[in-house]
T-cell receptor
Framework: AQSVTQPDIHITVSEGASLELRCNYS??????LFWYVQSPGQGLQLLLK??????LVQGIKGFEAEFKRSQSSFNLRKPSVHWSDAAEYFC??????????FGAGTILRVKS | DAGITQSPRYKITETGRQVTLMCHQT?????MFWYRQDLGHGLRLIYY???????DKGEVPDGYVVSRSKTENFPLTLESATRSQTSVYFC??????????????FGDGTRLSIL
């Protein structure tokens, strides 16, 4: 069965510093992978998706993610974090029946 | 405006009561989903629907009932609410295009408290 692990429950970075959020997945075939962001009191917003092709995927708000099949990872990165990036981030993998399986989330705090 | 709307945004009820959470989407997406979000668990799928009159259980379906008589609506009913069902509930929709999973689009959630 598909599963997603986000090893970091909380991460704190300084404003302007680089960011990497980790995501490891378990899936037998070529996965469909997603990153979502959730601001307090809001629903989830899609940041980016990987279906196939180029393993480096660009998303909205300056985020990117790299698919590494050998490591079963899909880590999210941003070169310079802004205070408005403080939120909870979810990695997800596609499953049969058009379902998604989500990780437990990583809460990002940004220090000024 | 096009999108996905959940109502109510907040609900307080008592154990044993029946409560229905509404979800409406304007994209004509074939797939719709209900999740609950609890601290430490991320999002867990309750029920999903591939089209009108087609529904199926997700990871945590016990205590919940869904229906989908129209493509745009997917209500979730707690038949006899329990305290363990206190949670934030999210509805989502996606296209059902061939080729694999499409992104899901989420509503803003319903925060449900059961006393």
């Amino acid at each position: 069965a598909q599963s997603v692990t986000q090893p970091d429950i909380h991460i704190t970075v300084s404003e302007g510093a680089s960011l990497e959020l980790r995501c490891n997945y378990s899936y037998g075939a070529t996965p469909y992978l997603f990153w979502y962001v959730q601001s307090p009191g809001q629903g989830l917003q899609l940041l980016l998706k990987y279906f196939s092709g180029d393993t480096l995927v660009q998303g909205i708000k300056g985020f990117e993610a790299e698919f590494k099949r050998s490591q079963s990872s899909f880590n999210l990165r941003k070169p310079s974090v802004h205070w408005s990036d403080a939120a909870e981030y979810f990695c997800a993998v596609g499953a049969l029946g058009y379902k998604l399986v989500f990780g437990a989330g990583t809460i990002l705090r940004v220090k000024s | 405006d096009a999108g996905i709307t959940q109502s109510p945004r907040y609900k307080i009820t008592e154990t044993g009561r029946q409560v229905t959470l509404m979800c409406h989407q304007t994209w004509s997406h074939s797939y719709m989903f209900w999740y609950r979000q609890d601290l430490g668990h991320g999002l867990r799928l309750i029920y999903y629907s591939a089209a009108a009159d087609i529904t199926d259980k997700g990871e945590v379906p016990d205590g919940y009932v869904v229906s989908r008589s129209k493509t745009e609506n997917f209500p979730l009913t707690l038949e006899s609410a329990t305290r363990s069902q206190t949670s934030v509930y999210f509805c989502a929709s996606s296209e059902g295009r061939e080729g694999g999973n499409q992104p899901q689009h989420f509503g803003d959630g319903t925060r449900l408290s059961i006393l």
